[in-house]
C-alpha cells in the first residue's frame, strides 16, 4: 500500500517539475517533457528503485487477457503454494495500479486533447494544403504495409508496432499512447518503437531544416503566393499557446476544467458502456475509438470549444502516461531478438514515408515548401512547425502546417487501429 501511494505521487507530481523545468530551460524545453518524462521513468525503473518480478512470475505473464499483472485472487494462491514469492504479489500489485494508472489517465485526457479542435475551419483547406496532407498519409501507409512485409511481420508485436507508426507519423506522441493502449502493446514494445522513432527523427529534422528545401527545388515546383491560407487565418492565433500550461494556474482556469473533467467522463463513461456491446477481445479498441468520436463530436459545440487550456490539460495526463509506462519498460528487452529488427523498421517508417511522399508531390506537383512542412506535421509536434518554416524562410506555410498536424491528429486513432488489424491478418 505504502508502495503504491508513494508511487502515485510520484507519477502525478513529477510531470508538474517536468512541465516547471521546461518552462524554465531552453535546452530542457527543446528536449521535450515528453521524453523527459520517459528518460525518468526508465531510469527510476532500470536502477532497480522497484522491487522485480522472479522469474517464475515473469513466466506467467503477460495473462491471458493480455495483462501484465495476474488477477490478484490468482496472485494470492500461487503464493500460498510457493509457485511464486511475497515480493512477486507486490510486483503485481504495484503493476497493477501502473496498469490502472496508465488507462485512466489516457482515456480522460483524449477527449481534451479534441475539444480545442476546429474541425469546420480546418476541413475548409485550400486543395493545395489538403493535397498535400493526403499524399502524406498514403505515403506512411504504403511504406508501413511495405515495411510490415519486410521486416515487421518477424518481429514481437510486429503488427501493433505497424499500427503505432502510422499513428505517430500522422498525428504525433498522443495517437502513439492512444493506438498502444487500443492494441494492448507491452510497454517494452512502446517504447522501444518510440525511442527508436525520436532518434531517427531527430536526423530527419536536421535535415529538413538545412539542405531538404534545395534538394527538393531541384525536382518539385516551388512555393508560390496563394490565397489557400485564407481558410485558416485564425489558426497561428489559437495554437500560439499550446505549450502554454500557466494559463491553468488559476482558480477561473480550475473552474473551466473542471467542467471539461467532467465531459470527458461522461464521454469515457459512455464509450465504456458502448465497450461492453461488443466481444471482450475487442472492447479496448472500441472503447478507445468511441472516445476519439465523441471527443471530435463534442469539439463541434461551441461551449465546449471555447473552453481555454483543454489541450494543455490533456498533454499533462499524456506526460503522466508516459512516465508509467517508461517505468514498467525493461530495458534488457532492446538486446533481445525479438526487438533486433525494430529499428529497421522504424527506418523505413521514417525515411521509405518522406522518399514515397516527395515521389508522389513530384507525380501530383505539390510545391516544394508544402511539401517540407507537411513532412515536418505528421512527424513532429506543432512547435516544430514555425521552427522549420523559419528555416526554410516562408512563414506563410506555418499556418498549413499546423493545420495539417491537427487533422493528422484527429484522423491518427482511426488509421493506426484499421492499419493494425489489417497487418495482423496478412
Given amino acids: ?34 521524453a523527459i518524462a520517459y528518460l525518468v521513468g526508465i531510469v527510476v525503473n532500470n536502477i532497480r528503485i522497484l522491487p522485480r518480478a522472479s522469474d517464475a512470475l515473469r513466466s506467467l505473464l503477460p495473462a491471458p487477457n493480455g495483462d501484465l499483472f495476474l488477477p490478484a485472487h490468482q496472485a494470492k494462491s500461487l503464493a500460498e503454494a510457493g509457485a511464486i514469492t511475497a515480493n512477486d504479489l507486490l510486483v503485481n500489485q504495484m503493476a497493477s495500479m501502473q496498469s490502472l494508472v496508465s488507462n485512466v489517465v489516457i482515456l480522460l485526457g483524449i477527449p481534451l486533447l479534441l475539444f480545442s479542435l476546429d474541425i469546420k475551419r480546418w476541413m475548409h483547406l485550400a486543395p493545395e494544403a489538403m493535397k498535400s496532407l493526403i499524399l502524406g498519409v498514403v505515403s506512411v501507409i504504403i511504406v508501413i504495409f511495405t515495411g510490415y512485409l519486410l521486416v515487421g511481420i518477424d518481429l514481437h508485436e510486429g503488427w501493433k508496432v505497424g499500427g503505432l507508426l502510422v499513428g505517430v507519423y500522422t ?20 517504447i522501444l518503437t518510440n525511442t527508436w522513432d525520436m532518434v531517427m527523427s531527430a536526423f530527419v529534422l536536421v535535415f529538413l531544416m538545412t539542405i531538404a528545401q534545395r534538394i527538393f527545388n531541384l525536382f518539385l515546383p516551388h512555393f508560390s503566393e496563394t490565397k489557400r491560407h485564407k481558410a485558416i487565418c485564425k489558426v497561428m492565433k489559437e495554437t500560439e499557446g499550446i505549450d502554454n500550461y500557466l494559463g491553468m494556474l488559476s482558480w477561473k482556469a480550475f473552474r473551466r476544467l473542471g467542467v471539461a473533467m467532467a ?164
Avoid: C, W
Avoid at 505504502?2 to 535546452?27: A, D, G, R, S
Fill in 263 to 426: 465531459i470527458s467522463l461522461a464521454i469515457v463513461a459512455v464509450s465504456y458502456g458502448l465497450g461492453l456491446l461488443v466481444p471482450k477481445e475487442i472492447q479496448t479498441t472500441v472503447i478507445i475509438l468511441s472516445i476519439t468520436t465523441l471527443g471530435l463530436l463534442a469539439s463541434l459545440v461551441p461551449r465546449i470549444n471555447t473552453i481555454e487550456n483543454t489541450f494543455q490539460l490533456g498533454m499533462y495526463f499524456v506526460i503522466v502516461f508516459s512516465l508509467v509506462i517508461a517505468s514498467m519498460a525493461d530495458l534488457r528487452a532492446m538486446f533481445q531478438g525479438d526487438f533486433r529488427g525494430l529499428p529497421l523498421f522504424v527506418a523505413i517508417a521514417v525515411f521509405g514515408s518522406i522518399l514515397v511522399h516527395v515521389g508522389l508531390s513530384k507525380i501530383f506537383k505539390a510545391d516544394t515548401d508544402t511539401t517540407i512542412i507537411t513532412i515536418t506535421a505528421l512527424t513532429f509536434s506543432p512547435p516544430f512547425i514555425p521552427a522549420v518554416a523559419a528555416s526554410i524562410r516562408n512563414k506563410e506555410v506555418i499556418l498549413t502546417g499546423i493545420a495539417n498536424g491537427l487533422i493528422g491528429y484527429a484522423i491518427g486513432n482511426y488509421l493506426g487501429v484499421t492499419i493494425a488489424y489489417i497487418l495482423k491478418g496478412l
Fill in 1 to 34: 500500500m505504502i508502495l503504491n501511494v508513494t508511487l502515485l505521487l510520484f507519477y502525478f507530481l513529477t510531470p508538474i517539475l517536468i512541465i516547471y523545468l521546461t518552462h524554465i530551460n531552453k535546452t530542457l524545453n527543446k528536449v521535450g517533457s515528453i
Fill in 171 to 190: 498525428g504525433g506522441t498522443p495517437n502513439l499512447v492512444s493506438i498502444a493502449l487500443a492494441l494492448k502493446v507491452s510497454p517494452e514494445t512502446f
